[in-house]
């Protein structure tokens, strides 16, 4: 273990020191995260939050197809996008944990995606291969805003499951702040299952 990490005994979590991420968004910090699965995460924030309350947050699970590679199954790079401009306008931290496929794993989600093209829907296509809808797990998001001090939260997301994870942990979310969602041609269906199967609360529009 490298002497400059600050491991945290008591929970197996190490935490990097902390850099300056410039980015085409916008000047952030940054700083990693390893679980005690040995999963490595990432935290962009911005402003003086240790401490404070209210804290704008979004929880952001990894999506490689859209974010590196710019694919349009989905609109979670624009989400991701969304999330870090916004806390570049005032203050804020993006959570962003490597749990890519709602938490199935990239070879999975190239499966199930196998399965959504042959007219299954993502909930269908999960099932498919014998995977829940949804595996995320939110304690390291929670244990992340412990580190930082920050026990009250303004949480940027459309998704109930995200919400009621994270207050379980102990942390008090006082507002739920609503993402915007971006259609395209080929998510239409992605998103009617959220909406429709997955219970997401749709901004009105
Ligand atoms: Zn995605």
């Not at 990693?32 to 402003?47: A, I, L, T, Y």
């Not at 909930?123 to 949804?134: F, Q």
């Not at 949480?155 to 008090?172: A, H, M, Q, R, W």
Request: net charge neutral; aromatic share 8%; hydrophobic share 35%.
């Amino acid at each position: 273990m490298n002497d400059d990490s600050k491991k945290n005994e008591n929970c197996g979590i190490e935490f990097s020191e902390e850099i300056a991420l410039p980015t085409r968004l916008g000047i952030f910090k940054a700083f990693s995260v390893k679980d005690d699965q040995g999963k490595e995460h990432m935290v962009v924030f911005k402003g003086e939050v240790r401490g404070k309350s209210n804290v704008l947050v979004r929880i952001h699970s990894e999506c490689l197809t859209a974010e590196a590679l710019g694919s349009l199954r989905c609109d979670c790079r624009e989400q991701l996008e969304e999330a870090l401009s916004k806390i570049e306008q005032s203050e804020g931290v993006v959570i962003y944990l490597r749990q890519e496929g709602r938490g199935i794993g990239l070879f999975n989600k190239v499966q199930a995606y196998y399965w959504q093209d042959k007219g299954l829907d993502t909930v269908e296509a999960n099932r498919k291969l014998g995977l829940a809808d949804d595996l995320r797990g939110y304690k390291i998001a929670a244990d992340i805003l412990k580190y930082l001090n920050i026990n009250s939260i303004r949480l940027l997301t459309n998704n109930p499951e995200k919400l009621k994870g994270i207050k379980e942990y102990g942390i008090d979310v006082v507002a739920r702040i609503s993402t915007s969602v971006f259609p395209n041609k080929f998510n239409q269906k992605y998103l009617k299952v959220k909406e429709e199967k997955m219970d997401h609360l749709f901004p009105l529009s």
